[in-house]
């Protein structure tokens, strides 16, 4: 049982470059979350998905697209990225009847140069 | 949408004494309340979370309260060790039965244990 599984651990991107972060649950949770991080900022949303075939924005969507492949698997893209989008992406999952309770990814350092 | 603000944003303590995080929230509605511990390099995870039908919860070092009426809720870790530093993220939710709102955070708070 591994729970959240993130990758890659770390990224360098040029700028206009694009990449898919993948994230991968085996709990059987229902709804995934993409969080970014910066400084003091602490965790803001990016993309939800309250179950299997559902996504919706968070607070800060633009410049990114998700894709729930599966009840296990959300991936974050970004098409072309951009030095704004230099963070710390985390992953996290989480099950109805548990209360909220979210499990983080290890997180994806990401550089865009 | 839900706003949750988060005080102090550093906090440098002696080891053995107490720590307390205040966080506050806007939207009367919200019925979840979690606390969560980042240390450095790592991932959040959860400490202690509180529903809106309890005014507190401890456990062992670490007790969590809340003020719906006043709409803010708090941590409090006493006996603080230097293990206990790391970065503190209050969060809000409202939970409807099976459907689950999303967390909102607050901008966290840097705990420092000095020995």
């Known amino acids: 049982n591994a729970g959240v599984t993130q990758t890659p651990k770390f990224q360098v991107l040029k700028t206009g470059q694009s990449m898919t972060l993948q994230c991968a649950q085996d709990?059987?949770?229902?709804?995934m979350y993409w969080y970014r991080q910066d400084p003091g900022m602490g965790l803001r949303l990016i993309y939800y998905?309250?179950?299997?075939?559902?996504?919706d924005k968070g607070e800060v969507p633009n410049g990114y697209n998700v894709s729930r492949l599966n009840k296990r698997e959300f991936s974050l893209r970004l098409e072309s990225a951009a030095p704004s989008q230099t963070s710390v992406y985390f992953c996290?999952?989480?099950?109805?009847?548990?209360?909220?309770?979210?499990?983080f990814g290890a997180g994806t350092r990401l550089s865009v140069l | 949408g839900e706003n949750v603000e988060q005080h102090p944003s550093t906090l440098s303590v002696q080891e053995g004494d107490s720590a307390v995080i205040k966080c506050t929230y806007s939207?009367?509605?919200?019925?979840?309340f979690p606390w969560y511990k980042q240390e450095l390099g790592k991932r959040p995870q959860l400490i202690i979370d509180?529903?809106?039908?309890?005014g507190e919860k401890k456990d062992q070092r670490i007790a969590v309260t809340l003020n719906k009426t006043a709409k803010h809720f708090s941590l409090h870790i006493t006996e603080t060790q230097p293990e206990d530093s790391a970065v503190y993220f209050c969060?809000?939710?409202?939970?409807?039965?099976?459907?689950?709102?999303?967390?909102?955070f607050g901008r966290g708070t840097q705990l420092t244990v000095w020995p």
């Open positions: 996290a999952s989480t099950i109805s009847g548990t209360g909220n309770i979210q499990y």
């Open positions: 709990m059987n949770h229902n709804s």
């Open positions: 998905s309250a179950s299997e075939g559902t996504t």
């Open positions: 939207d009367s509605a919200s019925n979840y």
């Open positions: 509180i529903r809106s039908n309890v």
């Open positions: 969060a809000a939710s409202i939970n409807r039965g099976s459907t689950l709102g999303r967390l909102y």
